[in-house]
């Protein structure tokens, strides 16, 4: 995604501007643009990819939820993955 908003944001490619702007002026312009367009995207990707979790409200075997609902790891498993699959069949 980054290489498409890259070549996206090169001067001359889509667009040029402003476009009787000195050399510079233009470059600027384009990696300000194109740093505001990251940040953007990439923003919402990883909103978007946060969303499809594979463990709804707990952690995978081996972390601990924290107060702000994120997952740290123990160094240890939290429990047995064998009486949990008991236990739903």
Not at 30 to 36: K, M, Q, R, W
Not at 67 to 75: A, F, H, I, K, Q
């Amino acid at each position: 995604m980054s290489v498409i908003l890259f070549v996206a944001f090169v001067p001359g490619v889509l667009f040029r501007l402003p476009s009787k702007g000195s050399r510079a002026t233009v470059l600027v312009t384009h990696a300000v643009l194109f740093a505001v367009a990251a940040s953007l995207v990439m923003g919402a990707y990883w909103s978007y990819r946060e969303n499809f979790g594979n463990y709804g409200r707990t952690c995978p075997n081996g972390f601990r939820m924290t107060e702000d609902g994120g997952c740290v790891p123990t160094g240890h498993a939290t429990y047995d993955p064998l009486k949990l699959d008991e236990k739903t069949s």
